[in-house]
């Protein structure tokens, strides 16, 4: 089945960076697109960043120019390099998939922007 395991979450300070990974299986990864969310404490799970199967991108107003998705084909992983943190990052990040009429969801990794 789908697995989808993050890691890479921690403790930053404001202005500080993070990369986080996420390592899948179950599926054929380099034929689907791939996305980052976050949930922020008391708030919805909203996008944060997309990357096609053909490695085109899109992401949330709130963090274009900071932060930065891409994948690797070869190990089954996308990454979310994350760049000039702020507190109103602070949020659990989940990597995602849609396969068929499913999608599927990571447990999730705890980062947290303060100093």
């Known amino acids: 089945q789908v697995q989808l395991v993050e890691s890479g979450g921690g403790l930053v300070q404001p202005g500080g960076s993070l990369r986080l990974s996420c390592a899948a299986s179950?599926?054929?990864?380099?034929?689907?697109?791939m996305s980052w969310y976050r949930q922020a404490p008391g708030k919805e799970r909203d996008m944060v960043a997309t990357?096609?199967?053909?490695?085109?991108?899109n992401y949330a107003d709130s963090v274009k120019g900071r932060f930065t998705i891409s994948r690797d084909n070869a190990k089954n992983t996308v990454y979310l390099q994350m760049n000039s943190l702020k507190p109103e990052d602070t949020a659990v990040y989940y990597c995602?998939?849609?396969?068929?009429?499913?999608?599927?969801w990571g447990k999730g990794t705890l980062v947290t922007v303060s100093s």
């Open positions: 179950g599926f054929t990864f380099s034929s689907k697109a």
């Open positions: 990357i096609t199967n053909g490695g085109s991108t």
């Open positions: 995602t998939v849609r396969v068929v009429t499913t999608r599927a």
